[in-house]
C-alpha cells in the first residue's frame, strides 16, 4: 500500500468520526438499508457471496456529499440481516485512479476475490483518461491494487467503465458501459483466459445494433445475466427522451431480454423495459448468492438538479442501497421481490380487513415510520382508492385506467411529481417503509416504484380514501444490526 493510500483512509477515516455522531441522530437516517458512514453513497460495486459471506461494496465520497474523487466503501454479511463495515476497499491513490476508483465487480477465482474497477483521471486542461484496473485478495478484505490490465480501445470516449466480469466456459468475460465517438452509448464485449490480457469482442448492443435507433448519449452500469434460460442485460443509459408514462427520470435503468451467443458473439434482444417505476432508482448490479438466486442491489438516488437539496446533506451524508431484491424471469418480463431473509426483521403483526367507502380515513394500527404492510385487494369497485404516506407520499390506484401513480413532493422545488405505471388486473401491494424511502412491490414484484421521501419525522400517519375492500397485514420492522468500523 502506497503512502498515498494511507493518508487518504486515514483522512476518511477521520471524517467519519468527525461526523459519526451528527448522522447518526439524523431522524431520516434509515433503519434497513446500507448507507455511507458519512458524505455521498452511489453505485453498488463488486457484489458477490465469498467463501459464504455477502460483500457489498460501494462508490463513496467520504469527504463531502457531492460527488467527486470516489473510493470503494465495503460491507459484509453472513445473513444479508446482520452487517459488518469493512476498513475502506479501495482508495483512489494512483496515477491511473487518482480522481476516482469508479464503479465495477467481483469474482473469484484461485480461492481470492478480484475487484475490477474503472480509474479516472481528469487532466488539468479538462480531458479525461480512463483505466480498467484489478486489485486483489486473499482474505475479501485488504487488497493489493494490480493497477491497469486494460487500456481505452479505438472508436470510444473516455466515458468508457464500469467492468462487470463473469466467466463462461473455460474463459472470463467482461462487458463495459461506452459512450462511441458520435456520443452514442453502447456495451462493449472482452474476453480473457486469464482476467489479466483482454481481448476486445466488440459492441454487443447500443444505438443502430438489434434494430435499435439513436438510445442515449451513455449507456452505464451493464450487467448481463441469465435468468430462467433467458440472457438479460441490463442497462442504466443516459439521454433517452420522456415517452408516455416511461423515461421521466433524468437517467434510466432496464433491461433487454434476448439471447447472447458465446460462440458468435453476439446478442440479439427485444425491446427494453424500465426496472424500476419511481424515482430513486440507478445503476443496479446483481450477483448469484450460493442458494442460485440471483440478487440485486440499486443505488436508491439519482444525480439530478434535487440531490443536493436532501435534507440529510445538513447532517453530512445522502443516498442509500435499495433493499435487497431477487430476480426471476416470468411469462418474459423481469419480477423482483423482497428477499425471504426480510422476514427476519418482522415484528407485531396486525391484520385487518379495510372497507374504504369515500373520504380520507386514519388506520391507527398500521400506522408507522418503518413498516411492512401487504396489502390484498378484495374488491376494486371499478374507481380509485389511494393511500397516503404520513403526509408526504400517495399511492393511487385508478382500475378504470389501469394505472398506479406515485405522487411526492420535489426536495427542491416543494411542487408534487408524479410517475405512473400501466398495470391490468391488480391484485397485491407490498409496500416497504424506511423512515424516508419507499419501496413497492406490486403483484408480486410485476413492478417496482422506489422513492425517497422526507415526511414530518413526528409522523407516521397511514390514510387511505376512495372505494375498494383491502386485507392488510402490517409488520413493524427492526433495522439492520451494523457492526461499526472502530477508530484508530
Known amino acids: 500500500m502506497s503512502e498515498n493510500d494511507q493518508l487518504l483512509r486515514l483522512w476518511a477515516n477521520e471524517e467519519v468520526m468527525k461526523f459519526r455522531e451528527m448522522v447518526q441522530q439524523d431522524p431520516y437516517r434509515l433503519?434497513?438499508?446500507?448507507?455511507?458512514?458519512?458524505?455521498?453513497?452511489?453505485?453498488?460495486?463488486?457484489?458477490?457471496?465469498?467463501?459464504?459471506?455477502?460483500?457489498?461494496?460501494?462508490?463513496?465520497?467520504?469527504?463531502?456529499?457531492?460527488?467527486?474523487?470516489?473510493?470503494?466503501?465495503?460491507?459484509?454479511?453472513?445473513?444479508?440481516?446482520?452487517?459488518?463495515?469493512?476498513p475502506i476497499a479501495l482508495a483512489p491513490s494512483e496515477w491511473y485512479d487518482r480522481n476516482g476508483c469508479y464503479s465495477g465487480s467481483a469474482v473469484e477465482w484461485e480461492g481470492?476475490?478480484?475487484?475490477?474497477?474503472?480509474?479516472?483521471?481528469?487532466?488539468?486542461?479538462?480531458?479525461?483518461?480512463?483505466?480498467?484496473?484489478?486489485?486483489?485478495?486473499?482474505?475479501?478484505?485488504?487488497?493489493?491494487?494490480?493497477?491497469?490490465?486494460?487500456?481505452?480501445?479505438?472508436?470510444?470516449?473516455?466515458?468508457?467503465?464500469?467492468?462487470?466480469?463473469?466467466?463462461?466456459?473455460?474463459?472470463?468475460?467482461?462487458?463495459?458501459?461506452?459512450?462511441?465517438?458520435?456520443?452514442?452509448?453502447?456495451?462493449?464485449?472482452?474476453?480473457?483466459?486469464?482476467?489479466?490480457?483482454?481481448?476486445?469482442v466488440g459492441r454487443i448492443a447500443g444505438s443502430g445494433l438489434n434494430g435499435l435507433g439513436d438510445f442515449g448519449y451513455m449507456w452505464e452500469c451493464p450487467d448481463l445475466i441469465r435468468l430462467n434460460g433467458k440472457d438479460i442485460l441490463l442497462v442504466s443509459p443516459q439521454g433517452l427522451d420522456v415517452a408516455g408514462h416511461e423515461y421521466h427520470n433524468l437517467f434510466q435503468s432496464g433491461y433487454f431480454s434476448g439471447a447472447f451467443d458465446a460462440q458468435k458473439l453476439t446478442f440479439d434482444h427485444g425491446p427494453f423495459t424500465e426496472l424500476d417505476r419511481g424515482f430513486d432508482f440507478y445503476a443496479p448490479q446483481t450477483f448469484v448468492d450460493e442458494s442460485g438466486r440471483t440478487i440485486l442491489f440499486g443505488w436508491m438516488g439519482i444525480t439530478d438538479e434535487a440531490e443536493q437539496h436532501h435534507p440529510t446533506i445538513s447532517n453530512h451524508w445522502v443516498h442509500a442501497l435499495t433493499m435487497p431484491r431477487e430476480l426471476r424471469y416470468v411469462n418474459g418480463q423481469i419480477y423482483q421481490?423482497?428477499?425471504?431473509?426480510?422476514?427476519?426483521?418482522?415484528?407485531?403483526?396486525?391484520?385487518?380487513?379495510?372497507?374504504?367507502?369515500?373520504?380520507?380515513?386514519?388506520?391507527?394500527?398500521?400506522?408507522?415510520?418503518?413498516?411492512?404492510?401487504?396489502?390484498?385487494?378484495?374488491?376494486?369497485?371499478?374507481?380509485?382508492?389511494?393511500?397516503?404516506?404520513?403526509?408526504?407520499?400517495?399511492?393511487?390506484?385508478?382500475?378504470?385506467?389501469?394505472?398506479?401513480?406515485?405522487?411526492?413532493?420535489?426536495?427542491?422545488?416543494?411542487?408534487?411529481?408524479?410517475?405512473?405505471?400501466?398495470?391490468?388486473?391488480?391484485?397485491?401491494?407490498?409496500?416497504?417503509?424506511?423512515?424516508?424511502?419507499?419501496?413497492?412491490?406490486?403483484?408480486?414484484?410485476?413492478?417496482?416504484?422506489?422513492?425517497?421521501?422526507?415526511?414530518?419525522?413526528?409522523?407516521?400517519?397511514?390514510?387511505?380514501?376512495?372505494?375498494?375492500?383491502?386485507?392488510?397485514?402490517?409488520?413493524?420492522?427492526q433495522g439492520f444490526e451494523v457492526k461499526e468500523q472502530e477508530a484508530k
Not at 466503501?73 to 445473513?79: A, M, P, R
Not at 479505438?154 to 468475460?173: I, L, S
Not at 427542491?412 to 412491490?441: N, P, Q, Y
Request: net charge negative.
Open 337 to 477: 421481490s423482497p428477499l425471504q431473509e426480510m422476514k427476519m426483521l418482522r415484528k407485531g403483526k396486525v391484520e385487518t380487513r379495510l372497507s374504504i367507502d369515500g373520504a380520507e380515513e386514519l388506520y391507527p394500527q398500521i400506522a408507522g415510520k418503518s413498516i411492512e404492510l401487504l396489502i390484498e385487494l378484495v374488491e376494486t369497485r371499478g374507481g380509485v382508492f389511494e393511500i397516503n404516506f404520513r403526509n408526504s407520499a400517495k399511492l393511487i390506484y385508478d382500475e378504470a385506467r389501469d394505472e398506479v401513480s406515485l405522487i411526492r413532493e420535489n426536495v427542491k422545488t416543494g411542487k408534487l411529481e408524479t410517475r405512473t405505471s400501466k398495470v391490468s388486473s391488480l391484485s397485491a401491494i407490498h409496500v416497504f417503509l424506511d423512515h424516508s424511502s419507499m419501496e413497492i412491490f406490486l403483484d408480486g414484484g410485476k413492478e417496482v416504484f422506489t422513492a425517497r421521501y422526507f415526511p414530518n419525522v413526528e409522523d407516521e400517519s397511514i390514510v387511505f380514501a376512495g372505494h375498494a375492500v383491502l386485507d392488510v397485514k402490517k409488520w413493524d420492522l
Open 112 to 200: 481470492k476475490l478480484h475487484l475490477f474497477y474503472t480509474g479516472n483521471v481528469k487532466q488539468p486542461d479538462g480531458t479525461r483518461e480512463t483505466y480498467q484496473c484489478l486489485a486483489v485478495s486473499e482474505d475479501g478484505v485488504h487488497f493489493e491494487k494490480i493497477g491497469p490490465i486494460l487500456y481505452l480501445p479505438e472508436g470510444y470516449t473516455a466515458h468508457f467503465r464500469d467492468p462487470k466480469v463473469w466467466r463462461q466456459g473455460d474463459g472470463w468475460f467482461m462487458i463495459l458501459g461506452a459512450q462511441t465517438l458520435k456520443e452514442q452509448g453502447a456495451a462493449v464485449l472482452f474476453y480473457s483466459k486469464d482476467l489479466y490480457e483482454w481481448e476486445e
Open 31 to 86: 433503519h434497513y438499508h446500507l448507507m455511507p458512514p458519512v458524505g455521498l453513497l452511489n453505485d453498488p460495486n463488486g457484489l458477490i457471496q465469498f467463501r459464504g459471506v455477502y460483500h457489498v461494496f460501494y462508490q463513496w465520497n467520504p469527504f463531502e456529499t457531492a460527488h467527486g474523487a470516489k473510493f470503494w466503501g465495503h460491507y459484509t454479511s453472513k445473513d444479508l440481516i446482520h452487517w459488518r463495515e469493512e
